[in-house]
């Protein structure tokens, strides 16, 4: 069949013990997609990468990896994967270029293929200036860097990121971002996870949003937005503490208000005329602002939460 | 799709030991000048300490047959095989599960975790037998080999190094805490040392302590290595000695393989 999925799974459960981290989730990623899962800590983002990984067995339901079963052919699916994990994993011993060349050996790559490689990829992912430097000293972001120039040693059909970014200052972020970006250009396959809504709507055409092992929702970042949040977002800020009785005082103000502890959001098509709406009924927010509606917002009204707890 | 035709583009080769083995080498190729030279000192210090100078005090009568120092040489050869092997399967192994995660790099590729175990078992090799080619040039400067056998105890710490490494490796994947490698050291090597033959011969233990040390792996590479370097017949036939240290080395390693691959999946 040349449009089955890459992954394919249905009812897909994982336990630890007692404690379900993943709770029955459908996903089907095709080639040449980026998919996201996208949600807090905890919600079984990675249990989930692991299981499409191969490395941990699912618990029930059923998994098809490039077509095939992930207990029985591991070896064989994790060849023609490429896995960023969460927790690094580079040698800080060696050097840039070696941590790529001894990796490219646990795939059966030549010695010679190997080297050619790691130059590529170095270049790359602009690490070719530190290519014979140890990895201990390299920062956050090139560390990042250099472990997806390392799952990319294998020409693989398909990468797994999990929270590529995660712990990055905002540039190290862009220049990840950005290299993602051309590998998605590329046609390379990609499945990451992430709990910044800006990243999954700056890569993925589709994404789910999970939560305690669930999944709550399901489309591209604009369809989710389109059918779960209002077109713009009213954000009030009061200088007090009690926003709770601000409730009554915005009633039929917009489609939909959210109470936060430190700030108010008023869903409505058009934020302009909601601020309005707020000014004629005399109420005084210290700040005003009007944006769009995100990710964030969607995640938020389909769990009451936000997604990153700060 | 059917499985045929899915192997990964240009290149076929089916997952082996030897990856892993070259991924510890790059390592050790980073500060192999300064385990070469202790590899010499060490064999040096023990024969000057132990060897001359308390062969001064004891062995007066000549009880042993031989010079106390040709007497121990070879018991502290397979104690140098026993004390590396153990030495590259501890906290070495603690850190690529625990701490600089290479194992779980290496479980993202083919590899399985028999070939994380027959690397590591290929790089302890490598070092236990740098090792004791160090000391038996040592030992052969300082005039304790007494036959042409005594080559033979090149073969046999590797055999000593085979049997402890699989037994420590799934047992390094066991603990939770590197706090155990010091009961390790505490309840298992530091008594051998001291009660398995290096040192004195095990006929002048009790009986029950004289068993253990029969049971102990270390007991029997400490009797083939001064069989084969004093050129004296071995308590046992050299095959029964031989027998029981791989008895040790295969079933520690298929331990070790569970071990990994349980440890490596979660
Ligand atoms: N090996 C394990 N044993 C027991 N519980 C586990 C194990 N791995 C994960 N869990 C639990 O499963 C739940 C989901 O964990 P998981 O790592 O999949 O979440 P996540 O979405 O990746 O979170 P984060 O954003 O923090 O990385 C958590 O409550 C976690 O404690
Ligand atoms: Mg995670």
Redesign the interface.
């Known amino acids: 069949?040349p449009d089955?999925p890459l992954i394919h799974a249905r009812g897909l459960v994982k336990r630890?013990g007692e404690f379900t981290a993943v709770d029955g989730i459908d996903v089907d990623v095709h080639r040449g997609e980026a998919f996201g899962f996208l949600g807090p800590n905890g919600a079984g983002k990675s249990s989930t990468m692991?299981m499409i990984?191969c490395?941990?067995?699912p618990t029930g339901g059923m998994l098809r990896i490039?077509?095939?079963d992930p207990v029985r052919?591991g070896?064989?699916i994790?060849?023609?994967?490429g896995?960023c994990?969460q927790?690094?994993?580079?040698?800080?011993?060696?050097t840039v270029t070696?941590n790529i060349t001894?990796?490219a050996?646990?795939?059966?790559?030549?010695r010679r293929?190997a080297r050619e490689r790691a130059a590529e990829l170095l270049e790359f992912v602009q690490l070719d200036e530190r290519a014979n430097d140890k990895v201990e000293p390299l920062s956050g972001g090139m560390k990042r860097r250099l472990t997806i120039a390392r799952a990319l040693v294998?020409?693989p059909e398909l990468v797994l990121l999990d929270e590529p970014t995660t712990g990055l200052d905002p540039q190290a972020r862009h220049l990840v971002w950005e290299r993602l970006f051309r590998l998605r250009q590329r046609g390379v396959t990609l499945v990451l996870t992430t709990h910044y809504m800006d990243e999954a709507e700056q890569l993925c055409d589709r994404l789910v949003v999970m939560d305690r092992g669930k999944i709550v929702a399901e489309g591209s970042p604009r369809e989710l937005i389109e059918r779960h949040s209002t077109r713009e977002v009213l954000e009030l800020r009061f200088g007090e503490d009690a926003l709770e009785i601000y409730t009554g005082k915005l009633a039929g103000i917009g489609e939909r208000v959210e109470v936060l502890p430190d700030r108010i959001l008023v869903y409505a098509t058009d934020g302009d005329a909601a601020a309005k709406a707020v000014h004629d009924r005399q109420l005084s927010p210290s700040s005003v602002l009007v944006r769009r509606s995100s990710l964030e917002d969607v995640f938020l009204h389909l769990t009451g939460r936000t997604l990153v707890e700060d | 799709?059917t499985?045929t035709q899915?192997?990964?583009?240009?290149?076929?080769?089916?997952?082996?030991p030897?990856?892993v083995f070259?991924?510890r080498l790059?390592?050790y190729r980073?500060i192999w000048r300064g385990s070469v030279f202790s590899t010499f000192l060490l064999p040096v210090l023990f024969l000057l300490g132990m060897g001359i100078s308390v062969g001064a005090f004891v062995n007066r009568a000549g009880e042993l047959g031989v010079p106390y120092l040709d007497y121990i040489a070879p018991g502290l050869l397979a104690s140098t095989a026993l004390q590396v092997a153990i030495g590259e399967t501890t906290w070495p192994v603690m850190s690529a599960f625990s701490w600089?995660?290479?194992y779980?790099?290496?479980?993202?590729?083919?590899?399985?975790p028999k070939d994380l175990v027959g690397g590591e078992t290929l790089f302890v090799s490598l070092r236990v037998g740098m090792s004791a080619v160090g000391f038996l040039i040592v030992m052969i400067l300082f005039g304790t080999v007494h036959s042409w056998w005594g080559v033979a105890a090149l073969p046999v710490a590797l055999v000593v190094g085979a049997a402890v490494a699989g037994p420590v490796l799934a047992f390094a994947a066991t603990i939770k805490s590197d706090n155990m490698f010091a009961l390790l050291y505490r309840f298992a090597v530091i008594p051998m040392t001291l009660f398995a033959g290096v040192f004195f011969p095990v006929a002048e233990m009790p009986l029950v302590a004289r068993w253990i040390a029969y049971a102990s792996p270390l007991w029997h590479g400490v009797e083939l290595c001064r069989a084969a370097t004093l050129g004296w017949p071995p308590l046992l036939p050299v095959a029964a000695h031989v027998a029981y240290l791989a008895v040790w080395a295969i079933v520690g390693y298929l331990l070790a393989c569970s071990r990994f691959a349980k440890k490596?999946?979660?």
Request: proline share 12%; net charge negative; no cysteine.
């Open positions: 069949m089955e630890f692991r990984g490395v941990s067995p490039l077509g095939l052919d070896p064989q994790r060849g023609r994967l896995v994990p927790q690094d994993s580079l040698d800080p011993e060696l070696e001894v990796y050996r646990y795939f059966g790559i030549p293929v294998n020409e | 799709m499985a899915v192997i990964a583009p240009g290149w076929t080769a089916s997952p082996s030897l990856p070259e991924h790059a390592g980073r600089i995660r290479t779980h790099a290496m479980r993202a590729s083919p590899l399985r490596l999946t979660d």
